[in-house]
C-alpha cells in the first residue's frame, strides 16, 4: 500500500521558517516527480513545488521556498522562509510520473496544517 506521510508543520509567526517532510513508502518512487501543494480555507488547491530532474515552485513561493530530495529517494522536504499570513494552508504531499502543475497526482499524503500568525 503506497502511503505518503507529511510532517513538519505547525504555528509561526510571520517571517518564520518551518521545514515540511514527506516520507512516501510502498513502491519505488524513483523516476517519479514529487511535490507539494496546499489548500487554504474556501480556495481551491494550488501547487506550490515539485522536483524530479529539475525544480519548479510557483511564482508565489519563488525565493522563499526550497524543495530538495533526502538521501532516500522517497523522501522530499519543503523548506519554507520569509514565510507570510497568505501562506496558511494546510499542505499535501504528492507523487506523479510527470510534472504538472495540476493536481491529478497519482498518490497523496493527508496533509499537514501550516498556520503563519500576523
Known amino acids: 500500500q503506497v502511503q505518503l506521510v507529511e510532517s513538519g508543520g505547525g504555528l509561526v509567526q510571520a517571517g518564520g521558517s518551518l521545514r515540511l517532510s514527506c516520507a512516501a513508502s510502498?513502491?519505488?518512487?524513483?523516476?517519479?516527480?514529487m511535490g507539494w501543494f496546499r489548500q487554504a480555507p474556501g480556495k481551491e488547491r494550488e501547487f506550490v513545488a515539485a522536483?524530479?530532474?529539475?525544480?519548479y515552485y510557483a511564482d508565489s513561493v519563488k525565493g522563499r521556498f526550497t524543495i530538495s530530495r533526502g538521501n532516500a529517494e522517497n523522501t522530499i522536504y519543503l523548506q519554507m522562509n520569509s514565510l507570510k499570513p497568505e501562506d496558511t494552508a494546510i499542505y499535501y504531499c504528492a507523487a506523479a510520473r510527470v510534472f504538472s502543475r495540476v493536481d491529478n497526482y497519482d498518490y497523496w499524503g493527508q496533509g499537514t496544517q501550516v498556520t503563519v500568525s500576523s
Open positions: 510502498g513502491r519505488t518512487f524513483g523516476g517519479y516527480v
Open positions: 522536483i524530479g530532474i529539475s525544480t
